[in-house]
């Protein structure tokens, strides 16, 4: 991978994107971020986790670091009281960042998200959530971001009024814009999700797509209609639950009992790599250019879909083979060992 090509020269050549997305749950699963506000404190607090991270995802497959700003925005630092840490979180995220792409040769994305504020048909909201994309756009270009990534809408609205953003703010940035898709196959504002990704397109998104909440399964069909309604790249970015018509989103899965498990309990209704590496080869026959996994990501995942698409990371030196195991392997590599003790 070649960072001085661009994202738009990538995709108009025809070419794929890997993308790695997660780092919030993936954090709160180590320990450095708190689930319920979902804050990304580790960016000040312990930032040499932050590009431990960035290069993980770099080694199992991703061509893009993604800057550690999703929800690092005003509203999510002041139900902290962190609001004042707001402009060092994000410089430092973007600093981490670009050493780590320029250092490992691949692109550097910024990162604006719902806004938790936003209100259509409210203008004191809207300029609100206007201003805060701004200000974190204007850091993105500041401190060298190749691209915008505008990530996690429920309403085309919101999404909408963020692309305007980076295509006012961000000097000509390629823009990567998602929806989030819930329960049902519409934004909150009443447009089918192709039909939303559509006007996204029109209105000069780069790629658009959908991205969180639903997994494989119930993310595929969505999908498959965004391909046909759409004339350019797509993405694809679902969480790695195994959601299903029923309970097609990781909010609405429930246990035994009928509670929710999000998102403590989420780990026990997580994917098997088979079924990541199932979602990333029907992605693949669908034309998906730009793929990767959002909540609940991790570098094992993110390494079966780059080698769906073709591609051989460094984690690749790891990938499993069990013909080397001295109970389950080839003839060459099976011991006298007793299996019977270890199957029924």
């Given at each position: 991978f070649n960072n001085s090509i661009g994202l738009r020269e990538r995709l108009q050549e025809g070419e794929d994107?890997?993308?790695?997305?997660?780092?919030?749950?993936?954090?709160?699963?180590?320990?450095?971020?708190?689930?319920?506000?979902?804050?990304?404190?580790?960016?000040?607090?312990?930032?040499?986790?932050?590009?431990l991270l960035h290069e993980e995802f770099v080694h199992a497959g991703s061509d893009v670091?993604?800057?550690f700003t999703y929800y690092g925005h005003r509203e999510k630092l002041k139900v902290i009281n962190r609001e004042d840490d707001l402009?060092?979180?994000?410089?430092?995220?973007?600093?981490i960042a670009r050493e780590v792409a320029d250092k490992t040769g691949t692109l550097m994305a910024g990162n604006i998200c719902n806004s938790t504020v936003y209100a259509s048909g409210n203008p004191d909201a809207i300029k609100k959530a206007e201003l805060m994309f701004k200000e974190q756009i204007e850091w993105?270009?500041?401190?060298?971001?190749?691209?915008?990534?505008?990530?996690?809408?429920?309403?085309?609205g919101e999404a909408m009024l963020a692309l305007e953003?980076?295509?006012?703010?961000?000097?000509?940035?390629?823009?990567?814009?998602?929806?989030?898709?819930?329960m049902e196959d519409v934004t909150l504002d009443g447009l089918t999700i192709p039909d939303a990704c559509r006007k996204l397109e029109l209105?000069?998104?780069?790629?658009?797509?959908?991205?969180?909440?639903?997994?494989?399964?119930?993310?595929?069909?969505?999908?498959?209609?965004?391909?046909?309604?759409?004339?350019?790249?797509?993405?694809a970015l679902p969480v790695p639950y195994r959601t299903t018509p029923e309970n097609p989103t990781m909010q609405s899965l429930r246990n035994e009992a009928g509670q929710m498990v999000f998102p403590i309990d989420l780990p026990a209704y997580a994917c098997s790599?088979?079924?990541?590496?199932?979602?990333?080869?029907?992605?693949?026959?669908?034309?998906?250019?730009?793929?990767?996994?959002?909540?609940?990501?991790?570098?094992?995942?993110?390494?079966?879909?780059?080698?769906?698409?073709?591609?051989?990371p460094p984690a690749s030196k790891y990938t499993p083979d069990m013909s080397q195991h001295f109970v389950w392997g080839d003839r060459e590599h099976v011991s006298n060992y007793n299996a019977d003790t270890l199957v029924d």
């Open positions: 994107l890997i993308v790695a997305e997660g780092y919030i749950f993936e954090f709160e699963r180590r320990g450095y971020v708190k689930a319920g506000c979902f804050v990304p404190e580790v960016v000040i607090e312990h930032p040499e986790h932050v590009r670091v993604l800057a402009e060092k979180l994000n410089i430092n995220a973007l600093k993105a270009v500041k401190y060298g971001a190749d691209f915008i990534v505008a990530e996690t809408f429920s309403e085309l953003c980076i295509k006012k703010y961000a000097k000509g940035l390629p823009a990567v814009v998602s929806l989030m898709p819930g209105a000069g998104a780069d790629v658009v797509g959908i991205n969180c909440c639903r997994g494989p399964k119930t993310m595929l069909p969505l999908i498959k209609d965004i391909r046909q309604t759409c004339k350019g790249p797509i993405c790599r088979t079924e990541i590496a199932e979602f990333a080869k029907e992605a693949k026959k669908i034309g998906v250019q730009y793929i990767g996994l959002c909540c609940g990501n991790a570098s094992h995942y993110l390494r079966v879909i780059a080698e769906i698409y073709g591609r051989t």
